[in-house]
C-alpha cells in the first residue's frame, strides 16, 4: 500500500515539475499531494495508475502563490 502510494507521488510530482520547471524539488506542495495520496487510497482501493492521475489534477488545483 505504502509503495503504491510513494510511487505514485514520485511520478505525479515528476510530471507536476516538467511541467512547471520553476517549482523546486523541495516545495511544500509535495508534501501536500503526498497527504492528499495517502487520504485518497485509504478511502477506497486505486491503484498506482489512478493514484497518480489523482495527483496530478490534485498538483493543478492547488494555488500557485499559496505554496
Do not use: K, N
Not at 10 to 34: F, M, N
Amino acid at each position: 500500500m505504502a509503495d503504491e502510494v510513494r510511487r505514485a507521488a514520485e511520478t505525479a510530482w515528476t510530471v507536476y515539475r516538467a511541467a512547471h520547471p520553476d517549482v523546486d524539488i523541495q516545495d511544500s506542495r509535495r508534501c501536500l499531494l503526498e497527504r492528499h495520496l495517502h487520504r485518497r487510497r485509504e478511502a477506497r482501493e486505486s491503484d498506482t495508475e489512478e493514484l497518480t492521475s489523482f495527483g496530478i489534477a490534485h498538483l493543478r488545483r492547488l494555488p500557485q502563490d499559496e505554496c
